[in-house]
């Protein structure tokens, strides 16, 4: 981060940084950087840097500001929980039950959703925590749905049978249920 900050603005290519990073890092600790890439992309999946294509990275300030500004006030989480009478929208549970709630972009900040009261909603610790794999999880079931539907086509029972106890587990856990997987 530090030598993207002192390069604003300028497309940087894999391998200057990486030489970059792992010398200045064995210069400070005596050590060797174990992968820098990861490090990089680590940067960018949070947010910081923005992808420009494969293996170029670049440092925007007003970028990241930005970004910043699509948190939500203290005002406007007062707001959120107050609209969704402090209960989890997903399981109901909320501060009466002694649970932590939290408000959530509803369309993810990394997907370019706004700090608005219409963007947000309160979702328990868990369902918060959940809804972090949520993307996961939707993928996974569809591809498992496609799965079950190309094993019945080939009469494959014993695929059929394996993926069908796999969507039974999805069922089982209330897991992307708005995701319909007909038998
Ligand atoms: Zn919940």
Same mark, same amino acid.
């Given at each position: 981060m530090e030598y993207f900050k002192k390069h604003p603005k300028r497309e940087i290519e894999h391998p200057e940084i990486v030489d970059w990073v792992v010398s200045e890092y064995k210069k400070t600790t005596g050590k060797v950087f174990r992968d820098p890439d990861r490090a990089i992309r680590k940067l960018h999946q949070e947010g910081r840097l923005i992808k420009v294509k494969k293996g170029v990275y670049l440092y925007d300030p007003e970028f990241e500001n930005k970004r910043e500004l699509e948190e939500f006030t203290p005002a406007q989480k007062?707001?959120?929980?107050?609209?969704?009478?402090?209960?989890?929208?997903?399981?109901?549970?909320?501060?009466? =039950?002694?649970?932590?709630?939290?408000?959530?972009?509803?369309?993810?900040?990394?997907?370019?959703?706004?700090?608005?009261? =219409?963007?947000?909603? @309160?979702?328990?610790?868990?369902?918060?925590?959940?809804?972090?794999?949520?993307?996961? @999880?939707?993928?996974?079931?569809?591809?498992?749905?496609?799965?079950?539907?190309?094993?019945?086509?080939?009469?494959?029972?014993?695929?059929?049978?394996?993926? =069908?106890?796999?969507?039974?587990?999805? =069922?089982?856990?209330?897991?992307?249920?708005?995701?319909?997987?007909?038998?």
């Open positions: 007062e707001a959120i929980f107050k609209r969704d009478n402090y209960k989890c929208v997903m399981c109901g549970q909320g501060t009466a =039950e002694g649970m932590e709630i939290h408000a959530d972009h509803i369309k993810p900040k990394e997907l370019g959703g706004k700090a608005t009261i =219409e963007n947000g909603q @309160t979702l328990c610790g868990a369902h918060n925590y959940q809804k972090k794999y949520y993307k996961q @999880t939707e993928t996974g079931k569809k591809m498992f749905i496609r799965l079950y539907e190309l094993a019945k086509k080939n009469k494959d029972v014993k695929l059929q049978k394996f993926v =069908e106890d796999v969507l039974v587990v999805y =069922e089982g856990h209330q897991i992307n249920s708005h995701i319909k997987w007909e038998k």
